[in-house]
């Protein structure tokens, strides 16, 4: 069954790059012309794209439950986390780049979060880092 699958998606990826490669060709020999085609069609590619995205965790958290919850759990220790940022992150809107660019208290406060979140994941990964090798003398 897994070399049927392999085989099919095989398949399925050389159609897709041999479709790409084709409108690259006309784009690149024709121009302009092909625009609007090349765009519909990295169109396409996003929308396939989101879709297996989405679709594959989904049959993986079917087919898998146990690890599945593993999943869930990481994914609410970032919402955990995104929520912590969040209250970190001010909205201050004083400046003329907050005016020119339109960006309101709340927007503001979001990009905050998602600083502070970045932040927060650097951190964490750095002191895992740091962890793994000081614990590394002691075993």
Same mark, same amino acid.
């Given at each position: 069954m897994k070399d049927k699958t392999a085989t099919i998606l095989k398949i399925f990826l050389a159609v897709l790059l041999l479709?790409? =490669?084709? $409108?690259?060709?006309? !784009? /690149?020999?024709g121009g302009e012309q092909y625009t609007n085609t090349v765009l519909?069609?990295? /169109?396409? $590619?996003? &929308?396939?794209?989101?879709?297996i995205t989405i679709l594959f965790p989904i049959a993986y958290f079917i087919s898998n439950p146990?690890?599945?919850?593993?999943? $869930?759990?990481?994914?609410?220790g970032f919402a955990i986390l995104f929520v912590i940022a969040y209250s970190m992150s001010s909205g201050d809107v004083t400046?003329?780049? /907050?005016?020119k660019f339109d960006i309101?208290?709340?927007t503001?406060?979001?990009?905050?979060a998602m600083l502070n979140t970045t932040f927060l994941?650097? &951190?964490?990964?750095? =002191?895992s880092v740091i962890y793994a090798g000081?614990?590394?003398? !002691?075993?």
């Amino acid at each position: 069954m897994k070399d049927k699958t392999a085989t099919i998606l095989k398949i399925f990826l050389a159609v897709l790059l041999l479709i790409s =490669l084709a $409108l690259f060709v006309l !784009f /690149y020999i024709g121009g302009e012309q092909y625009t609007n085609t090349v765009l519909t069609w990295a /169109y396409i $590619l996003f &929308a396939l794209a989101v879709v297996i995205t989405i679709l594959f965790p989904i049959a993986y958290f079917i087919s898998n439950p146990k690890k599945g919850i593993k999943m $869930l759990i990481g994914l609410v220790g970032f919402a955990i986390l995104f929520v912590i940022a969040y209250s970190m992150s001010s909205g201050d809107v004083t400046g003329g780049v /907050y005016e020119k660019f339109d960006i309101t208290e709340s927007t503001s406060r979001i990009i905050g979060a998602m600083l502070n979140t970045t932040f927060l994941l650097g &951190a964490i990964a750095v =002191l895992s880092v740091i962890y793994a090798g000081i614990s590394g003398f !002691f075993k």
